[in-house]
């Protein structure tokens, strides 16, 4: 081929396939969240591995400067003994230059208690937040339902909403989920009992399914809105989280992600699409959008049942199926 004729191909070439259609990497962004803070073990775990656990995940945050909203159950503050060294644990999130949200006293579901005692734990929920956030001049402005249950009946979600904004909080919703809760437990006691070969397993194991969901949902949602919306991840504070999360982060850079704050997730339009969404148990909400819509989300990666096995095998707190 000729010097002209090569140019001429290439020129073909980029017709055919424009710069933009070229890239294996879209533009894709992704606000970080972390639940059941000082932490999800807390009954478990005493205050001085708490706060190791916690300067160890925020220390990766912040040297890869991810901005994260951690939501606090304040209840889990209150152990005889520990309760100082615990709310230390919820200054290093301030001190380390993130946000604390509430996420209920008592991590109470909405659809289990009803509205007038969930709005009284929303409420109790508040004391020890403001006592740290008052010297910041900061204020709560998020909210996260606990088990993402938004009310059994549409009155109740939206008498709950009003509520929400009253008190000057929005809602943070979640659209990206890989139950790292159910991993955390299992792991926690791996690592106890020092079963590294265990916990190899679960981080592997942890690591896929997560990759599984990121591709569902970011293929759901462009069916389902139209495009991918600015994400926003579901995590929990956790020893899975602490050792591992810079692999997560890893991850989501690999898919293309960019790390944003909440506050710019929530500017995305397709968080004020219409959603009436109701049920016995939460969803995310791109899975809320599609109910709403009249779609049935199918396809979900199923996760794995032997770590579902392991747990339960364990008896974690309450026999809870889920911790969000």
């Given at each position: 081929m000729n010097h002209r004729a090569a140019q001429t191909f290439v020129a073909l070439l980029l017709l055919a396939f424009p710069l933009s259609a070229q890239s294996t990497k879209p533009d894709r962004q992704v606000a970080v969240t972390i639940d059941d803070l000082p932490s999800g073990m807390a009954d478990r775990q005493p205050a001085a591995d708490i706060t190791a656990m916690t300067a160890k995940l925020l220390g990766t945050l912040r040297d890869q400067k991810v901005p994260v909203v951690g939501f606090v159950n304040e209840k889990k503050l209150y152990k005889p003994g520990e309760v100082d060294e615990r709310i230390k644990a919820l200054q290093m999130w301030l001190d380390y230059g993130f946000e604390l949200g509430n996420h209920t006293f008592s991590h109470m579901s909405l659809n289990q208690a009803g509205l007038k005692p969930w709005e009284d734990d929303v409420i109790q929920g508040e004391s020890v937040l403001n006592l740290l956030l008052a010297p910041r001049k900061m204020k709560l402005r998020y909210f996260r339902h606990p088990y993402l249950d938004v009310g059994r009946d549409l009155q109740t979600r939206r008498e709950a909403e009003a509520f929400l904004t009253q008190r000057g909080y929005r809602i943070a919703p979640i659209t990206l989920d890989g139950w790292d809760w159910m991993?955390?437990?299992?792991?926690?006691?791996?690592?106890?009992?020092?079963?590294?070969?265990?916990?190899?397993?679960?981080?592997?194991?942890?690591?896929?399914?997560?990759?599984?969901?990121?591709?569902?949902?970011?293929?759901?949602?462009?069916?389902?809105?139209?495009?991918?919306?600015?994400?926003?991840?579901?995590?929990?504070?956790?020893?899975?989280?602490?050792?591992?999360?810079g692999e997560l982060l890893d991850l989501l850079r690999k898919r293309g992600y960019r790390f944003i704050t909440l506050a710019d997730a929530l500017d995305d339009e397709a968080y004020s699409l219409p959603n009436t969404f109701v049920g016995e148990e939460g969803n995310g909400w791109i899975e809320q959008w599609a109910i709403t819509q009249g779609k049935i989300p199918q396809g979900a990666p199923q996760f794995p049942q032997w770590v579902i096995d392991r747990s339960n095998q364990l008896h974690l707190p309450n026999g809870q199926v889920s911790t969000y």
């Amino acid at each position: 081929m000729n010097h002209r004729a090569a140019q001429t191909f290439v020129a073909l070439l980029l017709l055919a396939f424009p710069l933009s259609a070229q890239s294996t990497k879209p533009d894709r962004q992704v606000a970080v969240t972390i639940d059941d803070l000082p932490s999800g073990m807390a009954d478990r775990q005493p205050a001085a591995d708490i706060t190791a656990m916690t300067a160890k995940l925020l220390g990766t945050l912040r040297d890869q400067k991810v901005p994260v909203v951690g939501f606090v159950n304040e209840k889990k503050l209150y152990k005889p003994g520990e309760v100082d060294e615990r709310i230390k644990a919820l200054q290093m999130w301030l001190d380390y230059g993130f946000e604390l949200g509430n996420h209920t006293f008592s991590h109470m579901s909405l659809n289990q208690a009803g509205l007038k005692p969930w709005e009284d734990d929303v409420i109790q929920g508040e004391s020890v937040l403001n006592l740290l956030l008052a010297p910041r001049k900061m204020k709560l402005r998020y909210f996260r339902h606990p088990y993402l249950d938004v009310g059994r009946d549409l009155q109740t979600r939206r008498e709950a909403e009003a509520f929400l904004t009253q008190r000057g909080y929005r809602i943070a919703p979640i659209t990206l989920d890989g139950w790292d809760w159910m991993f955390a437990g299992v792991y926690e006691d791996a690592k106890n009992r020092n079963d590294t070969d265990l916990q190899q397993k679960l981080v592997k194991e942890y690591l896929a399914h997560h990759d599984a969901v990121f591709a569902y949902e970011e293929q759901l949602s462009v069916k389902v809105v139209g495009y991918e919306p600015r994400q926003i991840l579901l995590l929990h504070a956790s020893r899975i989280e602490a050792d591992h999360i810079g692999e997560l982060l890893d991850l989501l850079r690999k898919r293309g992600y960019r790390f944003i704050t909440l506050a710019d997730a929530l500017d995305d339009e397709a968080y004020s699409l219409p959603n009436t969404f109701v049920g016995e148990e939460g969803n995310g909400w791109i899975e809320q959008w599609a109910i709403t819509q009249g779609k049935i989300p199918q396809g979900a990666p199923q996760f794995p049942q032997w770590v579902i096995d392991r747990s339960n095998q364990l008896h974690l707190p309450n026999g809870q199926v889920s911790t969000y």
